[in-house]
Structures are given as structure tokens and as C-alpha cells.
């Protein structure tokens, strides 16, 4: 079976994509772990767990629904934009529905009042997550894109890791 370029380029990118995914925190956990303290560190990965909570709910199928969609509409660019735009409102909506509720969770949570700046903080992770088109670089088969772009999204986590944690 011959593969063609578009398959090779695809699962190239994938794999770039999963070894950063794994490189970063193999980086990142001990460096942080030595300037922060592992109490202080398990308060870091609770904003993380919460934020993966979050992400589930503004992802809500629409990234495996948004994905079949655009491939269905390829080449149809009114479509395209149509189908965009209106998944990309459902999940701003959805995104500020689960910033209210983490807004009333803090506020309400006495053990985690004294974290609020960290856990609302992390909320940039949900922000990321929802306004970064994922399923679109997938529907329009460009991995290529959407492996650079998660991996300038991790390099810059990891820069902003380093001042937030250097600030606190």
C-alpha cells in the first residue's frame, strides 16, 4: 500500500504533537516541584484537574462534531465559515457559563479561597483550549498547522509558568 504525502504529513504532525505533549511536563515537573514545594504543587495540579473538568464541558462533542462537519463541507467555503462561526458561539457560550461556575465555586469553597488568583489564572488553559480550532485544522486535514500551533501554545506555557511562579 502506498501512502500518500497528506497521509505522512498527518501522522508526522500527530506525532510531533503527542511528543510534546509528554516533553513538557517532563520538563516542567521538576523544575517546578524545586521552586514551589510539593503542597503548593498539589494546589497547582487541583487548578489543572479543575480546569480539565471545564474543558470537557466548553468541548461538549462539538470538537469530534465540528471535526466530521468541516470535512463534510470541504471545498464549500460558505459553509465552512457558516459552520465556524456557530460552533465557535456554542462554545463561547459554554466558556462563560463554566467561568461563572468556577467564579461561584471559589468564592464558595473556603479551603480554596486563599488559591483563587491560581485557580481563576488557570482558567486561561479552558480560554485556550476553546478558542483554538482544533477540530478545523483537523476537518480540513492541515495537522501540519495544528502541531505548531499546540506547540507554540506549550512553549508559551511553559514561559508563563516561569513568570507566574517566579511573580508568586
Request: charged fraction near 10%.
Amino acid at each position: 500500500m502506498k501512502w500518500n504525502r497528506l497521509i505522512i504529513q498527518s501522522v508526522g504532525s500527530l506525532g510531533i504533537l503527542q511528543m510534546t505533549n509528554y516533553l513538557v511536563p517532563v520538563l516542567v515537573i521538576p523544575l517546578l516541584l524545586a521552586r514551589v514545594g510539593l503542597e503548593n504543587y498539589g494546589m497547582i495540579v487541583l487548578a489543572q484537574g479543575i480546569m480539565n473538568f471545564a474543558v470537557a464541558i466548553t468541548d461538549f462533542g462539538l470538537n469530534l462534531t465540528g471535526t466530521r462537519l468541516i470535512s463534510l463541507a470541504k471545498g464549500d467555503l460558505g459553509l465552512e465559515c457558516t459552520l465556524t462561526q456557530k460552533i465557535l458561539v456554542i462554545k463561547i457560550f459554554l466558556l462563560l457559563g463554566t467561568f461563572i461556575g468556577l467564579v461561584f465555586l471559589v468564592k464558595t469553597v473556603s479551603p480554596w479561597e486563599p488559591y483563587e488568583y491560581l485557580i481563576l489564572t488557570s482558567y486561561f488553559i479552558v480560554i485556550g483550549n476553546t478558542l483554538m480550532p482544533v477540530w478545523y485544522f483537523q476537518g480540513i486535514q492541515k495537522m501540519k498547522w495544528l502541531a505548531l500551533l499546540n506547540f507554540l501554545s506549550r512553549v508559551f506555557y511553559v514561559g508563563a509558568g516561569f513568570v507566574f511562579y517566579r511573580i508568586w
